[in-house]
């Protein structure tokens, strides 16, 4: 099959004058977008070398740069490593070093981790994407070989523009290596091919009815797959808008629906809840989003309900990094009454439920969420062993625990790592998370297990509540009752005023682990 960026030339053929880009700052139709990926990968080619199976990272906020880079990129057949900017330099130097990168696009206000960066004397080269002039150090100037130090549209314009003769471009190949949390170790290098993300575009379209007219805002960041995948390829896949902005600011994200008209808002429920809870959410008219997404974390009912309730259709769904990253989908009709589902396969995902012995479980009993089709990564970067035990038979792994109902409802249990063994009894943390989540005083939760000598394990909770409300432990016990059974129950409960996070934006429970408490 062809690779994801003849996507963006027949768009430039087919459709010229639609509107595929829009920020603050301009507007990008099909075919000024398909000049640029030209002028990128020309750029990419010309001054820094890259060829199919080089490695390109990108430490950026999001930008019409990053999407025209990542289209660029896969048109030479190269793979792209998204950078998460949150990261400190040691963390970036280890996937700079893991994945073989040696060519950077990044912008100014990285300048401190990016001269670290260059010191370790992986990066051969160090692109400075931004239009700004004068902001750079010598000494940062020093760091590679071509550092563009003024204008960067200007830098890409004097390449060759003629038409860049498509290279023929394995679509099984690495095309992203998207590096995994690491919330318990070094973090795995997911290498997913274009065939993946044509794929993932598919699930989404056909399960979304995404179509020309749709216009998608980005608020994930670009160097999750979520960003990339959830729906800045399948939007413009589909011949749709993507409307991008730089850093996530609930009251400009509102602004931008209205004045863009956006149809599809995809957030995770950090976000949903920002926006709810922006001053001018009562005002702005929002009648033109035909979808309110969540994904990423489990959303808890009450925010779903408060969006249902003024009209607008909230649904959910599923995915990982490893696959691409969508694997269900929860409409907005099933939302409401299958409260805590993550829903059912998109249409060419297989889902099963093992137990240990590989065999399927029956309908509402907890078992492995394993996963097939052709959106399921190629492989763990430069980690064989961690591949074969991940991808078995075809089979992706994942380490999640579910169950699913009769009418073929998933919903996720907890992570087979996190489960509580406590008296015989197997606790899964979600399910006590939600129970604990319902309360109207609760901001959020998290539970983990911790030793205990009479039951081996027992669940402890770490619990948020909210400002000026009031909650003690034995209300928190006496509530839990009604809803879960007697052993599930927590036994120690932790008031904190913020609960710890990794870099992408996940509790960290490793962290909360080492927490001391009078408790232990």
Not at 289 to 302: D, I, K, L, T
Request: net charge negative; charged share 20%; proline share 4%.
């Amino acid at each position: 099959m062809r690779g994801i960026a003849y996507w963006i030339d027949q768009r430039a053929q087919n459709t010229p004058n639609r509107i595929a880009i829009i920020t603050e700052e301009q507007q990008l139709t099909f075919k000024e977008m398909g000049q640029k990926v030209n002028q990128f990968a020309r750029f990419l080619q010309q001054e820094c070398q890259v060829a199919a199976g080089d490695r390109v990272g990108i430490l950026s906020q999001n930008s019409t740069s990053y999407v025209l880079l990542l289209f660029a990129i896969a048109k030479l057949g190269g793979i792209t490593v998204p950078l998460n900017t949150r990261l400190t330099a040691s963390e970036l130097s280890y996937q700079i070093e893991d994945s073989g990168t040696t060519v950077l696009f990044t912008q100014h206000e990285f300048q401190p981790v990016v001269k670290q960066l260059g010191m370790d004397g992986h990066l051969k080269q160090i692109i400075w994407m931004d239009q700004k002039e004068q902001f750079l150090s010598e000494e940062t100037l020093e760091l590679a070989t071509t550092v563009i130090e003024s204008n960067f549209e200007n830098a890409i314009k004097k390449v060759a523009t003629e038409p860049l003769v498509h290279e023929k471009i394995d679509a099984n190949a690495p095309y992203l290596i998207c590096y995994t949390s690491g919330t318990t170790g070094r973090p795995k290098g997911a290498v997913l091919t274009q065939e993946n993300m044509f794929w993932n575009a598919i699930h989404n379209l056909t399960s979304l009815d995404i179509t020309s007219s749709d216009r998608s805002i980005i608020l994930l960041p670009l160097f999750h797959i979520g960003g990339i995948g959830l729906f800045a390829f399948p939007t413009l896949f589909a011949g749709g808008s993507i409307v991008i902005l730089g850093r996530f600011n609930p009251d400009k994200t509102l602004e931008m629906i209205q004045q863009y008209q956006v149809t599809i808002v995809m957030g995770v429920p950090a976000i949903h809840d920002a926006l709810r809870r922006s001053t001018l959410f009562s005002t702005t008219d929002l009648s033109c989003v035909r979808w309110f997404y969540n994904g990423g974390a489990p959303c808890p009912h009450e925010l779903i309900l408060y969006y249902q309730d003024r009209g607008l259709p909230f649904g959910q769904g599923f995915g990982l990094t490893e696959t691409s990253p969508t694997v269900c989908m929860l409409s907005a009709e099933d939302a409401s009454h299958k409260v805590g589902s993550i829903g059912k396969p998109v249409l060419f995902c297989e889902v099963r439920l093992v137990d240990e012995y590989d065999q399927e479980v029956a309908n509402g009993e907890v078992g492995e969420l394993v996963i097939k089709g052709p959106h399921v990564m190629k492989e763990y970067w430069n980690l064989p062993n961690e591949t074969a035990k991940a991808i078995r038979n075809g089979w992706f792994y994942t380490g999640d625990l579910a169950r699913k109902d009769e009418d073929g409802f998933f919903y996720i249990a907890g992570r087979r790592k996190e489960m509580i063994i406590s008296g015989g009894e197997n606790i899964y943390p979600l399910e006590v998370e939600q129970a604990i989540g319902s309360l109207p005083e609760v901001v959020e939760v998290a539970v983990v297990g911790v030793a205990d000598e009479k039951w081996g394990e027992v669940a402890k909770a770490f619990v948020v509540v909210k400002e000026g409300a009031m909650l003690t432990e034995e209300m928190l016990q006496q509530a839990c009752l009604q809803i879960i059974a007697k052993y599930k129950i927590p036994k120690y409960f932790v008031f904190l005023s913020e609960l710890p996070r990794n870099a992408t934006g996940k509790i960290n429970k490793t962290a909360l682990q080492k927490i001391e408490t009078i408790h232990g």
